[in-house]
């Protein structure tokens, strides 16, 4: 059984910038979750997909969007990157809510 | 709106001490309740959950927690730590009355493990 996996494991880009980011959910999970972790903090829900559709959403700007396939893969996409956004970028796939799997973020620095 | 408040924010403890991370939610009343436990430079891990049924629920690596829901309490065990234990344990809360699908997590507790 494969774990969730996401990529790039670091990225470094330039305020303005335009960023993707790729999860791969577990095996026989349909459901998939971002989330924003700042250094010293717990994660903040930025949305959650369900079969391809957008299921919720957290406190988070339009800037941030997804997608998800009809593999339950699924991109985290930021637009006009700012300072703050610097953070660890989690994704985490489940079945139904017993609880997710993370992957390992990525680390995503904004100069 | 629903939150999650961990008391607190570092556990320093001796090598083979019980200890107790506290957790308490502020929700509807039908929820699900998770500890997850992160280790440096990496994701977050499921500990233990509570769906429903007995009130006290055994996890991984020998902790158990008890949900309290007369004090909206998750509060986490583990009766002899290790040096190994030392991370950073998350509680967090799935409000089912929205659907269930907002999972908010707590700011977290670092545990740090002596010898």
């Known amino acids: 059984e494969t774990g969730v996996t996401q990529s790039p494991t670091h990225l470094i880009k330039t305020r303005g910038q335009q960023v993707t980011l790729r999860c791969s959910s577990q095996?026989?999970?349909?459901?998939v979750s971002w989330y924003q972790q700042a250094l010293g903090q717990g994660p903040q829900f930025i949305f959650q997909?369900?079969?391809?559709?957008?299921?919720g959403r957290g406190n988070f700007p339009p800037r941030f969007s997804g997608l998800q396939f009809p593999n339950y893969s699924s991109e985290l996409n930021v637009n006009a990157l700012e300072l703050d956004d610097s953070a660890l970028y989690l994704c985490?796939?489940?079945?139904?809510?017993?609880?997710?799997?993370f992957g390992s973020g990525t680390r995503l620095t904004v100069v | 709106a629903q939150s999650v408040t961990q008391l607190d924010s570092q556990v320093p403890v001796f090598e083979e001490a019980p200890v107790e991370l506290r957790c308490n939610y502020s929700s509807s009343v039908s929820v699900y309740l998770f500890w997850y436990v992160q280790y440096p430079n990496q994701g977050l891990q499921l500990l233990l959950k509570?769906?429903?049924?007995?009130?006290l629920v055994k996890g991984i690596n020998g902790f158990e927690a008890e949900f309290n829901k007369s004090q909206t309490s998750f509060h986490l065990r583990k009766p002899s730590v290790h040096i190994s234990d030392t991370a950073e344990y998350f509680c967090a809360v799935s409000d089912l009355s929205t659907g269930g699908f907002k999972t908010i997590f707590g700011a977290g507790t670092r545990l740090f493990v002596k010898a």
């Open positions: 509570y769906l429903s049924g007995s009130t």
């Open positions: 985490a796939s489940s079945l139904a809510q017993n609880g997710y799997t």
């Open positions: 095996s026989g999970h349909n459901t």
């Open positions: 997909y369900y079969r391809e559709e957008e299921n």
